[in-house]
């Protein structure tokens, strides 16, 4: 059964609960396995229930140490996309930041990763890595754990074949930065193993 809910004309969004998801939320802040913010939320949604305690606006905030703001999102949240969407936070429309390195600087470091390292090293590390990424103007500036998540991200994302298409599909890698991303999941724990050593 879905909640029963409306928005008044003043645009103060009013939550009605359903037996059934009054449970689910009172199981979820009984569990305290969730995210921090989901139960959070939970709370939120449980006290600002009009056929429960029916806590105004004010109290619900200084009780989770929440904004009003935020209180009245999660109103709006589950009043508009559903219980799901109010136990989650809201996606940012702007990331806080842009990805230091885009699809070609991946590419590139990767291909980096599996070419030979410099004169002087037995092998690559993470911090060689970041300061050769530098050097070679592939990022400004980047620090070793960037880079180890950057190359783990490839990992898991794909298989090294996948991977090895997508690139040469993409960004060329095997003919325009010399290295072949076959060598990929083995660089990176060695890199890994490696990295916050040298």
């Keep these: 059964m879905s909640s029963q809910m409306e928005c008044v004309m003043n645009k103060k969004y009013i939550v009605r609960l359903s037996d ?3 449970g689910q ?3 979820l802040t009984r569990k305290g396995t969730a995210a921090a913010y989901k139960i959070r939320h ?8 009009a056929d429960g305690p029916a806590w105004t606006d004010a109290r619900i905030a200084e009780s989770f140490s ?5 209180e009245l999102g999660v109103r709006q949240r589950l009043v508009e996309q559903g219980l799901e969407a109010a136990l989650n936070r809201k996606p940012q429309t702007h990331p806080s930041r842009s990805p230091l390195l885009d699809g070609e600087g991946e590419a590139r470091l990767i291909a980096l990763r599996c070419s030979a390292p410099p004169e002087g090293h037995a092998r690559w ?3 060689l ?5 530098v050097v070679l103007e592939i990022v400004e500036a980047i620090s070793h754990e960037t880079v180890r998540q950057a190359l783990k991200k490839c990992v898991e994302t794909a298989s090294a074949e996948d991977v090895g298409h997508s690139a040469r599909a993409e960004w060329g890698v095997c003919g325009a930065y010399g290295g072949c991303l076959g060598c990929l999941s083995s660089a990176v724990r060695s890199a890994e193993t490696d990295g ?3």
């Design 42 to 49: 939970a709370h939120i949604l449980l006290k600002a229930d």
């Design 66 to 70: 929440v904004s009003v703001n935020t």
């Design 125 to 127: 590390t993470l911090r």
């Design 129 to 133: 890595l970041a300061d050769q990424a």
């Design 25 to 27: 939320l009172a199981e």
């Design 196 to 198: 916050v050593h040298g």
């Design 20 to 22: 059934e998801e009054r």
